[in-house]
């Protein structure tokens, strides 16, 4: 399915969207597959799948560790596209944005890349570390592979870029709550609901809010505030990782959490008047 | 230059948190920095205190050893031992024309590191400084000298605990607070405008060098050699002369143990481009685009990415770069401590050592300038370490 799909799925149901985050390789790619097949059981509606990067600078510890695991176990691009086939031979239909760091990318080729990630199966592709000034070869090649490059809108964007980004986005708009990296915060700041709104007032695109989200209540606030959904990653990987020589036996945990954060994205929706 | 790019180098490959903090630093150096306010500010502290002009000295003792006319460039008498200086009190004038109070910075050899906490205190600001644990080890008395200055010094542990690292980490501090904060970094690269920021403020060492060798010369040098990895001195000796066409540009890099996977740092080498740090660079990385850790004994070259516009000027074959080894870097100290009489820092000794390792490449008449970027107070032990042991 493709993300527009999704998205107009999810309105007419009257839900908001939830995207868990999921470095792929951590600890082993059994694993991953196990997991997302979990999290998108109990409620996850698209995938957000991570391909290691030995840098990942807009991470916190939680991701930086978990690529680190990643790349020591041998995870290359290479073998999690292939991750991505398995997925969709699974079964699996829901959307999925690959997300990595440029140099991926740009040493395999873009194109190259883009093209690869579209065959296996991926819709769209986030890179946090283009921001719109580089974006020229992204978007081009995006165009010709038919894969969605997202832009990401931060706190300090001015109204100015924000007019620059909507203009080129498409897919939609990753709105990161926080002047900082991705990984769990006890409280989401006003600064997050503030900026939904505020983006909201520019464009109709989907809205997809994200870092330091890792409960029912975040999820649901966010929704509540404009997003057409949550983005929660660091939040799961802290479960499993607390096992990580039998990780399986954290899916339980995990399940209720992808339940309840779903939860919340329904919730918030309701609230809406 | 456009937007900072190179050649195929340089760029803004960062988030977009720090996306409109980069475009006002752009506007604020535009600003700013031509201004006679600024300039004379920025000149009376490079006089005053940092003790600029730093000479030109004829080596006659080394220049014999390597069979043409060496000049070297005292960078090693600014304020801190090193050139680092020139570059810190610029920015931190910089911070403080932005209304910003505190500045973030990473520190490898520990000189930027000094040189950020020295600038920080001259111009009442807070200073933080990031730096690897297996450095904050074996820079010892510059981490010594960081806390006696008053700054915060935060080790970083997650990588190999080197420079790499705590690049990665000071970029990931500067987005929780880059409104408040500058992060005041210390080489030639990162994402634009650092490079031409630092490039700029550094550039005092050439302008200087050419002022100086046609008093004592009447000509422009022949060569200028310079060691690096970010390219901060080099481009700073360089930038003048990049239009003299005539005149020859040597980068040496750190070749650490030897050029084979995991032992070096030599990028032009064994490195191709890459993204890393918010630039295309000449990087060290593996076939899929991970990026390896660098290696040398000089904690200062240990980066894997060279700058984008050293990165661009290599390409072009406008500089020509070089590399040395580690134990011909220890040699190399030796021989300028016995020649004349000066301990080099370990960096510096890369450019020293590259000069002896290929006497056949300088004409007797040839007239070369080395920037002489360090002192190697600060390498004393590992020096001493090294020779006791071999």
């Not at chain 2, 977009?16 to 150096?29: G, Q």
């Not at chain 2, 940092?50 to 390597?66: C, D, E, M, Q, V």
């Not at chain 2, 590191?113 to 020295?118: R, S």
């Not at chain 2, 004409?363 to 020096?383: A, C, F, H, P, Q």
Request: hydrophobic letters at 35%; one cysteine or more.
């Amino acid at each position: 399915m493709n993300l527009e799909n999704k998205f107009r799925e999810l309105q007419n149901k009257g839900e908001g969207a939830h995207m868990p985050h999921v470095y792929y390789g951590d600890p082993h790619e059994e694993f991953s597959l196990k997991l997302l097949e979990t999290l998108v059981e109990n409620g996850a509606d698209i995938i957000e799948f991570g391909i290691p990067f030995s840098d990942p600078t807009a991470d916190g510890p939680t991701f930086q560790a978990v690529c680190e695991r990643a790349l020591e176990n041998g995870m290359t691009p290479s073998r999690c596209i292939e991750g991505i086939k398995k997925l969709r031979t699974k079964g699996i239909d829901n959307p999925i944005v690959v997300t990595t760091y440029y140099n991926i990318p740009y040493v395999m080729g873009v194109r190259k890349f883009l093209d690869k990630i579209k065959q296996a199966g991926a819709q769209a592709i986030i890179v946090p570390n283009v921001p719109v000034e580089e974006a020229d070869v992204l978007l081009a090649e995006g165009k010709k592979s038919g894969i969605h490059p997202i832009f990401q809108i931060a706190p300090t964007t001015t109204e100015e870029r924000l007019k620059k980004i909507t203009d080129i986005a498409s897919g939609f708009l990753y709105v990161i709550g926080v002047e900082g990296v991705t990984g769990v915060r006890e409280s989401l700041g006003d600064s997050t609901l503030k900026l939904v709104q505020r983006v909201r007032k520019h464009t109709d695109m989907p809205l997809m809010a994200g870092f330091g989200i890792s409960t029912k209540k975040q999820a649901a606030a966010v929704v509540l505030a404009g997003a057409n959904g949550a983005i929660a990653g660091s939040a799961y990987a802290r479960i499993y990782e607390k096992n990580l020589k039998n990780p399986e036996t954290t899916l339980p945990e995990i399940t209720k959490l992808v339940e309840q954060i779903k939860q919340g994205c329904i919730e918030g929706y309701k609230q809406r008047k | 230059m456009k937007n900072g790019k190179f050649g195929k180098y340089g760029g803004q490959y960062v988030n977009e948190v720090l996306m409109p903090i980069l475009i006002e630093l752009e506007a604020a150096f535009e600003k700013h920095y031509k201004t006679p306010e600024f300039q004379d500010k920025l000149n009376t502290l490079l006089r005053d205190y940092a003790g600029r002009p730093t000479p030109l000295y004829h080596a006659k003792n080394f220049s014999k050893l390597i069979g043409c006319k060496v000049y070297l460039k005292r960078e090693d008498l600014v304020c801190g031992g090193s050139h680092k200086l020139n570059n810190a009190l610029g920015q931190a004038l910089l911070t403080k024309e932005m209304g910003k109070k505190r500045m973030i910075t990473e520190t490898a050899a520990g000189q930027h590191g000094l040189a950020t906490a020295m600038a920080g205190n001259v111009c009442g600001l807070e200073t933080e400084v990031f730096m690897g644990v297996k450095d904050i080890k074996r820079q010892a008395s510059n981490v010594k000298r960081i806390k006696l200055l008053g700054a915060k010094v935060t080790p970083v542990d997650i990588g190999m605990g080197v420079l790499k690292d705590a690049v990665s980490d000071t970029l990931r501090k500067w987005t929780t607070c880059s409104q408040t904060t500058h992060y005041l970094m210390g080489s030639t690269v990162g994402p634009h405008p650092y490079p031409e920021i630092v490039a700029t403020f550094q550039s005092v060492i050439g302008k200087e060098i050419k002022k100086q060798i046609v008093k004592k010369e009447d000509k422009l040098p022949d060569t200028i050699v310079a060691c690096g990895s970010g390219g901060s001195n080099a481009l700073g000796a360089f930038r003048p002369f990049i239009k003299e066409k005539d005149v020859r540009l040597i980068f040496v890099e750190g070749g650490g143990e030897s050029l084979e996977a995991d032992n070096s740092a030599a990028a032009f080498k064994i490195g191709k481009p890459g993204v890393l740090h918010g630039a295309v660079m000449q990087v060290l990385q593996d076939e899929n685009g991970q990026i390896k850790p660098s290696r040398t004994r000089a904690a200062g070259l240990n980066y894997p990415g060279r700058g984008p516009e050293i990165s661009g000027l290599v390409d072009s074959r406008r500089a020509k770069s070089g590399s040395a080894f580690d134990n011909e870097v220890f040699e190399a100290v030796k021989v300028m401590a016995r020649t004349e009489g000066l301990i080099p820092a370990l960096e510096t000794a890369h450019a020293i050592a590259y000069m002896v390792n290929n006497k056949d490449e300088f004409d007797k008449n040839e007239v070369v300038v080395l920037n002489y970027s360090g002192r190697g107070d600060k390498d004393l032990e590992t020096i001493m370490r090294y020779f006791n042991e071999s």
